[in-house]
């Protein structure tokens, strides 16, 4: 009994030790197929599931987005199965150029693929015209190729603004980012996950420290579960009130996301391109 206890302990670790080799792996080459909570099944049981790829940088990769996403959503009692490719401070013009993320838009039948400018960029007009736009509608016809459907992800603007270009504070600059994603959307007929639109309902109700880290950009275990939260609404076009994964917060903190992030998307859901 001894050993063949023993045995099985050494299978288990050369098991866990492979899976962390092509975790890492995959980690490197900057992207990732997500695997969610053991009594989460994903798409593997052959029942109807829904795949969305993620494809950012830090604001999708920091607190791991994708997987709390997936998380909330079988939580719901959604099927989900998430990938990413999200390197640090990529924009828009890196992915449309990128071989990677050509090959993880071919490695799967995805259903939604997100789409992540970096945190800045939206918030400028020439750098829209200059960078954004072009390789956004670059973006979405690849996605389109593939049969899948983009969805911006519009993000929340930084605790402080960006004065040296113009916004001194966080309300201008988050009226800025959401002009620049709602043109294009609006352009292209691509739905928007209004995550910055639903950070700001919340900005002067909460402590900046909820939603912000210290740096002002990046976002909080609680930031990162409104957007998942918003991409719940989003993607479903059910309200994420009441479920009961909360990603760590406490029962109070998770009442109020759910609620503003069901209140921004499903109250106004034609400006968002969802109807």
């Not at 599931?49 to 494809?55: E, M, S």
């Not at 002067?204 to 939603?211: A, E, I, T, V």
């Amino acid at each position: 009994m001894v050993a063949a206890g023993s045995n099985r302990r050494r299978r288990t670790s050369l098991w866990a030790l492979a899976a962390l080799v092509a975790l890492v792996a995959a980690i490197a080459g900057g992207a990732l197929l997500h695997l969610h909570r053991d009594d989460n099944p994903g798409c593997a049981s052959g029942a109807p599931c829904t795949r969305v790829l993620f494809l950012g940088n830090s604001y999708t990769s920091v607190n791991d987005l994708p997987t709390m996403f997936g998380d909330l959503a079988w939580s719901g009692g959604h099927r989900v199965e998430t990938g990413v490719q999200a390197p640090g401070a990529w924009t828009f013009a890196d992915h449309a150029g990128s071989p990677d993320t050509r090959t993880i838009l071919n490695s799967k039948a995805w259903d939604v693929v997100v789409l992540q400018e970096q945190s800045q960029i939206p918030s400028v007009a020439s750098a829209r015209q200059a960078e954004m736009y072009p390789a956004a509608r670059k973006l979405v016809s690849l996605v389109r190729e593939v049969g899948a459907e983009p969805l911006f992800y519009l993000t929340w603007a930084h605790r402080d603004g960006w004065p040296v270009n113009g916004m001194p504070d966080y309300a201008s600059m988050q009226k800025a980012i959401d002009d620049g994603y709602l043109g294009i959307a609006v352009e292209q007929h691509v739905a928007v996950a209004p995550v910055g639109v639903a950070w700001m309902s919340l900005v002067g109700h909460l402590p900046d420290s909820s939603l912000w880290q210290d740096d002002g950009s990046h976002p909080t275990t609680m930031g990162t579960y409104l957007a998942a939260c918003v991409f719940y609404a989003t993607v479903f076009s059910k309200s994420p009130v009441g479920l009961s994964y909360h990603a760590g917060l406490s029962d109070t903190d998770a009442a109020v996301v759910q609620a503003a992030a069901a209140d921004t998307v499903l109250q106004n859901a034609s400006r968002w391109g969802l109807l």
